[in-house]
């Protein structure tokens, strides 16, 4: 997948600006693309993730294409939001970006 295919993608509007299920699964099917092609396990990170839905429907896309190896965790800032995620089995870890600085967390969990 190309940077000018992704640019296309997000100026085209038609291109949902909400995340929904249609979108997600476009995403993730891109993901996976890239994945596939890269030759290479990649970690990614979702930033803002949410309830997880999307992060869990990349990774399960990617766990059904051949060759995309990649490993997703997502970040909020909301702990109500990062319980739904790890309902959904997603690694999640807290991040807050609070005064223009990005603290990384060291590990993510599911539990």
Not at 52 to 65: K, N, P, S, Y
Not at 79 to 87: D, S
Request: include cysteine; hydrophobic fraction near 35%.
């Amino acid at each position: 997948m190309s940077d000018e295919s992704l640019r296309r993608l997000y100026e085209d509007p038609n291109t949902p600006v909400s995340s929904g299920l249609a979108r997600a699964e476009r995403q993730a099917s891109m993901l996976a693309g890239i994945a596939s092609d890269g030759g290479r396990p990649l970690s990614g990170i979702d930033l803002g993730c949410g309830d997880g839905l999307c992060t869990r429907i990349a990774q399960t896309v990617c766990d059904a294409t051949p060759n995309a190896s990649v490993s997703i965790v997502g970040l909020d800032w909301s702990q109500g939001a990062l319980r739904q995620a790890r309902q959904r089995n997603v690694p999640v870890a807290l991040a807050s970006a609070d005064g223009g600085d990005c603290r990384w967390p060291r590990r993510a969990s599911t539990s």
